[in-house]
């Protein structure tokens, strides 16, 4: 009895989840022991998805094939950052109870492209469009930490204090954003202004690149160390969420 196609197409996402920025080629056999697909099922499948061009082929290397990226073009542009980022943020705002907002580099600095504001009463004000610099803050930790290009630009600027906790030395911002690529997230509690805590993740395009911060932020009153630390679960899943959205990688 044939295959049915729901089942079939299964296998063939498990055949294309087995190529990865870190690992783009792959054998027969690789990705039979990626898979766990019987042997014969792989070479079936293998030999389908290269004849339709979802896989090139060069001997017993597979890659993914040029049509795929044919298909992708529309499928990226047409959903744009911003697009996706509202029910993202609605649901870790309501998870978290915090305001929850999403920043990108923009000339030097960091701009908020979209809120999502806590419902409590006393919060700290953010909205769209507001700019602000990259060394201070979680948002701006991930930023730099994800982007090696724009952290030697900041570092090689004036790093201002604007309160006691804010970091002005050139080699400690590099050393706190390898820490926070090491760990793949930040939490800053009065960086930016004193008694406010934010936690961020980073979000990937296609090519890996970091193109954006999702942060949860409020008062310190309500986010001392431990409470941000018992956020990062929901603000790394909102990211990979707006990631895969996305159609985007992390970085191997």
Same mark, same amino acid.
């Given at each position: 009895m044939?295959?049915?196609?729901?089942?079939?197409?299964?296998?063939?996402?498990?055949?294309?989840?087995? #190529?990865?920025?870190?690992?783009?080629?792959?054998?027969?056999?690789?990705?039979?022991?990626?898979?766990? &697909?019987?042997?014969?099922?792989?070479?079936?499948?293998?030999?389908?998805?290269?004849?339709?061009? #979802?896989?090139?082929?060069?001997?017993?290397? #597979?890659? @993914?094939?040029?049509?795929?990226?044919? +298909?992708?073009?529309?499928?990226?542009?047409?959903?744009?950052?911003?697009?996706?980022?509202a029910p993202q943020l609605e649901a870790l705002r309501d998870a978290t109870g915090e305001t929850a907002c999403c920043f990108r580099a923009?000339?030097?600095?960091?701009?908020?492209?979209?809120?999502?504001?806590?419902?409590?009463?006393?919060?700290?004000?953010?909205?769209?469009?507001? @700019?602000?610099?990259?060394?201070?803050?979680?948002?701006?930790?991930?930023?730099?930490? +994800?982007?090696?290009?724009? &952290?030697?630009?900041v570092a090689a600027g004036p790093l201002p204090a604007l309160t006691d906790a804010t970091i002005t030395d050139a080699r400690a911002l590099r050393e706190a954003a390898a820490a926070t690529r090491a760990q793949g997230y930040a939490i800053t509690i009065g960086e930016r202004v004193e008694a406010a805590s934010g936690v961020s993740a980073p979000v990937f395009d296609a090519h890996a690149q970091v193109v954006g911060a999702i942060t949860v932020m409020g008062p310190t009153l309500r986010m001392p160390l431990e409470v941000c630390a018992s956020m990062v679960d929901a603000v790394v899943d909102a990211a990979a969420g707006v990631t895969a959205s996305l159609g985007g990688r992390t970085p191997a």
């Open positions: 044939a295959e049915q196609p729901l089942l079939v197409l299964g296998k063939i996402r498990t055949i294309l989840d087995a #190529f990865t920025l870190a690992a783009p080629v792959q054998t027969a056999a690789q990705i039979r022991q990626a898979t766990g &697909l019987p042997s014969s099922t792989a070479h079936r499948l293998l030999g389908n998805l290269v004849e339709h061009g #979802f896989l090139d082929r060069d001997g017993d290397a #597979f890659r @993914i094939g040029a049509r795929m990226a044919y +298909w992708a073009g529309p499928a990226t542009r047409a959903r744009d950052l911003v697009d996706l980022l923009e000339q030097g600095s960091r701009v908020c492209i979209a809120v999502a504001e806590t419902r409590h009463g006393l919060k700290r004000d953010m909205y769209v469009g507001r @700019i602000q610099p990259l060394h201070v803050g979680s948002a701006g930790r991930v930023l730099l930490a +994800w982007d090696e290009a724009l &952290l030697d630009e």
